[in-house]
């Protein structure tokens, strides 16, 4: 039983990491990130050509995509999101799903359809694993997984509510118009914004890429547990992104006690429960939910 | 300006000097609000130009006329929620001005003292009663270090008290140099506040002067309070 708590935090940990960068995204630009999936395993063929084939130190691969994931996220805004804003709220929608099967279909034709790991660069981290008294093993990986999850939320949190950049953002996301009489340019902040989201999803594909496999069509499976886990949780601070993931985790677990093909049925159902709960309205009805008043 | 065939403002030529204080009247649809939006970057005017401090300012946006010292409080006072008061400020003072400030959290506090807010400065910006966030769209604008200050019907929904402590700090903030153009419904305000009034109705011009002969004119009369001629 303290394992299966201890197995549900970690794997928390690792839902959490995947949706921080969607939760972001929605909460900052009102944008759901239909390529949010496609674009961690981007990331993660990108941390594996560097790694894998030039040699280079896992942490200096972290660090070069997450730059080049953060222009791509600008280029992104600047080419289609900026573009798709303010025309409704399909429009994104459409844009951002347009570009999942662009990416899907090209890392296909690039990378072909082997599933890839990251664990070979890493050497022993990937099976190595504290042992807790009473002879529970934990795998280290996800310990660090977990760990990593709370400092990027913790960042990401401290950068939005104390420094002038996370102002700007904020101002951004709440008002344009009053944030351009302010003086702040609302295009090049959303930019910014849309190029964090997507350095964060360089964690995501590392732990994706450390704790298992994935190939080029991996993007949607990464997207539905990110999205679940931001509905379950709530977007109004990214720690709520982490309360949904620990939900999400606890439900998947507790289906497979219950069934050993449960795991995944556990999770869609707490989600729908989730849904069911937030459309009664009330404390935690869908406009609470997104934090802001509800849309017609 | 127009929007598809429909022309909202018609040969408006208003200019306004340094140091003065405007007040800017007119019934529903005269046009004020379009034409305070053409004045901010928020639309493009169909044709004409915007001039601020002697420079074309027509093809710069909302966000490059704010540099150059223009600024404007909204009708419904929308405060940045989820921060505080001081941080509505901070944004303002760090993002609004031309030339950036040395020490921006004592600008901040230095424009709170004035506004009068400085006691709720680290109360959330969205607990604020109708008068304070009226003062903190007056702080935010002031944060940006304006030159001309643009007022929408800033008056809306006060009682009498509070509107003369709003008529007090705008009058105090042009006594500190800034310009002036307000826009308002509540024409006590503007007799009260304003040095110059100009009156407009169906996108045009009606009245441009002293505030007691223009309230008084014939014409005014007529467009405002549907005297027959």
């Known amino acids: ?296 | 300006m127009s929007f598809g065939e429909f022309a909202v403002l018609r040969d408006i030529s208003l200019s306004v000097g340094a140091g003065e204080i405007v007040g800017v009247l007119g019934p529903n649809g005269a046009g004020k609000t379009t034409y305070m939006n053409i004045l901010t970057g928020a639309l493009r005017p169909t044709t004409g130009t915007v001039h601020l401090l002697g420079e074309d300012v027509t093809k710069l946006d909302t966000a490059q006329r704010c540099h150059r010292g223009l600024a404007q409080t909204h009708q419904v006072p929308k405060p940045f929620s989820g921060m505080t008061v001081f941080e509505n400020v901070l944004v303002a003072v760090n993002h609004g001005r031309g030339v950036p400030a040395h020490d921006p959290i004592s600008v901040a506090w230095t424009v709170l003292e004035v506004t009068g807010l400085a006691h709720v400065a680290n109360r959330p910006a969205e607990t604020l009663g109708l008068l304070d966030r009226k003062r903190l769209e007056l702080s935010r604008a002031l944060g940006t270090d304006p030159k001309v200050l643009l007022l929408d019907e800033i008056g809306g929904g006060l009682t009498d008290a509070e509107g003369d402590a709003l008529v007090g700090l705008i009058r105090t903030i042009h006594a500190s140099g800034v310009t002036i153009v307000w826009v308002e419904h509540i024409m006590r305000l503007l007799l009260e506040g304003c040095s110059r009034l100009v009156c407009m109705a169906e996108g045009k011009v009606l009245a441009d002067g002293d505030p007691h002969t223009v309230v008084n004119s014939q014409q005014v009369q007529v467009a405002y309070f549907g005297a027959s001629a």
């Open chain 1, 1 to 296: 039983m303290t394992s299966l708590i201890i197995n549900a935090l970690l794997l928390a940990g690792y839902y959490a990491v995947l949706a921080t960068g969607l939760a972001f995204m929605y909460s900052v630009m009102n944008i759901i990130n239909l390529a949010h999936g496609a674009l961690i395993v981007l990331a993660g063929y990108g941390l594996y050509v560097l790694g894998n084939d030039l040699n280079l130190p896992f942490p200096v691969a972290i660090a070069i995509m997450m730059a080049a994931m953060f222009l791509l996220g600008v280029v992104l805004h600047r080419a289609v999101l900026a573009r798709a804003y303010g025309g409704g709220e399909l429009l994104p929608l459409l844009a951002t799903f347009g570009i999942s099967i662009v990416l899907d279909n090209l890392m296909f034709q690039t990378f072909g359809a082997d599933n890839i790991s990251l664990a070979p660069l890493v050497g022993d981290l990937s099976w190595a694993s504290f042992e807790l008294p009473g002879a529970i093993f934990v795998g280290k990986i996800s310990v660090y997984i977990l760990a990593t999850a709370i400092v990027v939320i913790g960042l990401v949190e401290l950068l939005l509510r104390r420094t002038a950049l996370g102002h700007r953002i904020q101002a951004t996301s709440q008002d344009r118009a009053t944030a351009a009489l302010l003086g702040i340019d609302t295009g090049r902040t959303a930019a910014i914004a849309t190029g964090i989201a997507l350095a964060t999803g360089v964690v995501a594909a590392a732990a994706l890429g450390l704790r298992s496999a994935w190939g080029p069509y991996g993007g949607s499976a990464i997207l539905l547990f990110a999205f679940e886990a931001v509905v379950i949780g709530g977007t109004g601070s990214l720690w709520r992104v982490l309360a949904g993931a620990i939900v999400l985790a606890f439900a998947q677990s507790l289906g497979a006690l219950v069934h050993p093909q449960g795991f995944l049925i556990g999770g869609h159902l707490a989600f729908l429960v989730a849904v069911f709960v937030r459309l009664r309205g009330g404390r935690f009805s869908l406009a609470r939910l997104f934090g802001k008043e509800a849309r017609a």
